[in-house]
């Protein structure tokens, strides 16, 4: 079955600076990628997805960026701001799944002022 | 306002005490999903229902029961708790969006500690 590898676990950056989270997927009939924000003491929040036909797409500060051929995908956070902390999860998804989404173990991003 | 509830939000019990986590949607969605959260391990799905009376076993569904009686309801059920079941839960709802990207509400969470 599908299986969802996420790195790094922990990343700490200069407020201002650039992250970047990478996920690697094993399923290639996988077509859908979500990635979640998890705020302290609250339940993950979808921030943006990805479909398999897209290579990028971008929302304001946030983007993700999709490999079909290497099975990848990143998050990428310009300008980081100290609200941008958090715990982020990518997770892939097959058309055939049924809502059903296979999550990466997530990335504590800590935003040093 | 859309959201997903769960109660209760902080629960510390004893070994073998069945108890029941409550988990209710307002968004009218056909997939709910309980997941249980431990440090490293992300987010581990425990079981799920595409609508009502249709449950199915996620990853690691063994010591829990749910049932979904109606539509907005799923509750999760430990009928003999024991501590390795000490987790963050959490209950989501989710509905089909276009071209199969949808979107999963996640619920505050419930932080159970069974002594």
């Known amino acids: 079955g599908e299986n969802v590898e996420q790195h790094p676990s922990t990343l700490s950056v200069q407020e201002g600076d650039s992250a970047v989270i990478k996920c690697t997927y094993s399923?290639?009939?996988?077509?859908?990628f979500p990635w979640y924000k998890q705020e302290l003491g609250k339940g993950p929040q979808l921030i943006i997805d990805i479909r398999s036909n897209v290579g990028e797409k971008k929302d304001q500060r946030i983007a993700v960026t999709l490999n079909k051929t290497a099975k990848h995908f990143s998050l990428h956070i310009t300008e980081t701001q100290p609200e941008d902390s958090a715990v982020y999860f990518c997770?892939?998804?097959?058309?055939?799944?049924?809502?059903?989404?296979?999550w990466g173990a997530g990335t504590k991003l800590i935003i040093k002022p | 306002e859309a959201q997903v509830t769960q109660n209760p939000r902080y629960l510390i019990t004893v070994t073998g005490k069945k108890l029941t986590v409550t988990c209710s949607q307002n968004m009218n969605h056909e997939y709910m999903s309980w997941y249980r959260q431990d440090p490293g391990l992300g987010l581990r799905q425990i079981y799920y229902?595409?609508?009502?009376?249709?449950?199915d076993k996620g990853d690691v569904p063994e010591g829990y029961k749910v049932s979904r009686k109606e539509k907005r309801n799923f509750p999760l059920i430990l009928e003999s708790p024991s501590p390795n079941q000490t987790s963050l839960y959490f209950c989501?709802?989710?509905?089909?969006?276009?071209?199969?990207?949808?979107?999963?509400?996640f619920g505050p969470g419930t932080r159970l500690t069974v002594t």
């Open positions: 229902s595409m609508n009502v009376e249709v449950t």
């Open positions: 989501a709802s989710s509905s089909k969006g276009l071209a199969g990207s949808y979107e999963q509400y």
């Open positions: 997770a892939a998804s097959r058309w055939d799944s049924n809502y059903q989404l296979i």
């Open positions: 399923d290639s009939a996988s077509n859908y």
